[in-house]
């Protein structure tokens, strides 16, 4: 596969690259400096793997992404983090970003993050989606098209803050069977099969807000 690595300081892209060389799955490795010269040097080409950065210069990772997106949705991109990014995250999974990866992450994190997103997963690193699910929070009501029942949104949101069935069965007075059931409809509802997929469906169809 392509992978291309989108981001604004040459030291960490060339770092990047070194590492990702010799990897027998990737074929081919690309560099732009900005948000703009990645959409001029991706038009056309077969979409790959983008390593994003959130806080490029000139047009940031987010806007990078929906145009991406946009033009061509084969890319799948994950985003590159710092610590205090908070305020990005939904902002980037509404833009489409499949995968969140800190800028400090070991090199085992970066290639599961790869292949797990080439696969059609989503991947968070364990910090940022800690972060996320401890300051995900409902909306006043659900979304009117929203596929799940009350219910279901109300056992999501639990799952996504980290409980497991039988904690959510007892914080809402029902039994684990309940639960189990309620958890494989919303899986089935939602093509999730973690819960980080839960998550970002949750937050793109504007179920809950970080």
Not at 79 to 90: I, K
Not at 112 to 123: D, L
Not at 160 to 181: A, F, P, Q, W, Y
């Amino acid at each position: 596969m392509t992978v291309f690595i989108v981001d604004d300081h040459q030291l960490f892209r060339e770092g990047l690259r070194f590492l990702l060389t010799g990897w027998d799955f990737v074929s081919d490795i690309q560099e732009a400096e900005s948000g703009e010269a990645f959409l001029e040097m991706s038009r056309g080409q077969k979409p790959g793997i983008v390593l994003m950065d959130i806080e490029l210069s000139g047009i940031n990772g987010i806007e990078t992404t929906e145009k991406c997106l946009k033009d061509s949705p084969g890319w799948k991109v994950i985003a590159l983090s710092m610590f205090g990014n908070e305020n990005y995250y939904s902002g980037m999974i509404d833009a489409g970003a499949s995968g969140f990866l800190l800028k400090n992450s070991k090199l085992d994190d970066v290639k599961k993050a790869i292949t797990e997103v080439a696969a059609g997963n989503n991947y968070f690193s364990p910090e940022i989606l800690s972060g996320i699910i401890q300051n995900i929070n409902k909306k006043q009501s659900a979304p009117k098209n929203s596929e799940l029942t009350e219910r279901e949104i109300e056992v999501l949101f639990n799952i996504c803050k980290g409980l497991s069935n039988h904690e959510i069965s007892e914080s809402l007075n029902v039994s684990k069977r309940t639960i189990d059931k309620h958890r494989e409809n919303i899986l089935l509802k939602t093509q999730s099969s973690n819960t980080a997929q839960m998550v970002v469906y949750a937050i793109r169809n504007n179920i809950f807000e970080v």
